[in-house]
């Protein structure tokens, strides 16, 4: 199977590679769309902020790339979020995969940190998306956006309000939390997505 996370200008992609690598898969960590286009499961990663992140997908082809892909595409953390129509950070339009805006986390009391960091349950989630049984389990979040619940919530998380903790469209997947930092969860999700 030839997997291919996508190079682009932000953090976290090494992890994803070393995640990976426990499940048995050598990943390719690439930006050359021809062999992008040529992969079997695509990975979008990334730590980073929105504004200038979609600058440098715009500027390398990589945005109309991505829309185009037909594979299952699996988008972490800030690559969900660049999966929306628009985000908060920095006012940007995005890839408008999933229709839904990127809000800003706003604490509604003293207890409120944002980012939201650590680990969190999620519920409300769809089995057959990653084909396993991940409902109330704990994955590790790192954001100070989030996506609302929206028509693509497949998954659901709490903190401050309910948002969407994983979204699905066609061949579109994505969480918030990160996948590669969530232990056993995190193995299952990425098993389940080499699999689909």
Sequence with gaps: MKVVIIKYNAGNIFSVYCALKRV????IITDDKDIIRSADKIIFPGVGEAASTMKYLKEHGLDELIKS???????ICIG???????????NVDCLGIFDAEVKRFIPQCHADKVPHMGWNSIYNIDDSVFNCNINNEFVYFVHSYYVP???ETVGCCNYIQPFSA???KDNFYATQFHIEKSGSVGEMILKGFLNL
Excluded: H, T, Y
């Design 166 to 168: 994983v979204l699905k």
């Design 149 to 151: 619940l929206c028509n």
């Design 80 to 90: 969900m979020q660049l999966m929306c129509s628009r985000s908060e950070e920095g």
């Design 24 to 27: 048995g898969i050598d990943a």
């Design 69 to 75: 892909l037909k594979q299952p595409v699996l988008g």
